[in-house]
């Protein structure tokens, strides 16, 4: 069993920014691509970027191109999502995901991922 954990959310005003991590239990964390999601009140869990097990590819939402950085280091078995120039309709729970195949291209589908995290809020506003 996989176990990851988030951490790093929070409440930040608009233009701000905020680090999430996630740490996993697995041994085999460099065999798989990781993700994060995101829940609005309401709103279906959206895809917000991936990166690949080897940090060769990352996947970001348009939403979030060009402000958000997902990184990851193996040797931590931490993957990280630097989230810049923040905006109020940013605000969700944010959730890390390992997917459930290991070595394969990144998937932006939620059915893809297998082992997910309990989230962490974060809340963009004044």
């Known amino acids: 069993q996989v176990q990851m954990v988030e951490s790093g959310g929070g409440l930040v005003q608009p233009g701000g920014s905020l680090q999430l991590s996630c740490t996993a239990s697995?041994?085999?964390?460099?065999?798989?691509?990781i993700g994060w999601f995101r829940q609005a009140p309401g709103k279906e869990r959206e895809f917000v970027a991936a990166?690949?097990?080897?940090?060769?590819?990352?996947v970001y939402a348009d939403s979030v191109k060009g402000r958000f950085i997902i990184s990851r280091d193996n040797a931590r078995s931490t993957v990280y999502l630097q989230m810049n120039s923040l905006k109020p309709e940013d605000t969700a729970v944010y959730y890390c995901?390992?997917?459930?195949?290991?070595?394969?291209?990144?998937?932006?589908?939620?059915?893809?991922?297998?082992?997910w995290g309990q989230g962490t809020q974060v809340t963009v506003s004044e």
């Open positions: 995901a390992a997917e459930r195949v290991p070595y394969g291209p990144i998937d932006s589908r939620p059915t893809a991922y297998e082992y």
């Open positions: 697995a041994r085999t964390f460099s065999a798989y691509n």
């Open positions: 990166i690949s097990y080897s940090s060769v590819s990352t």
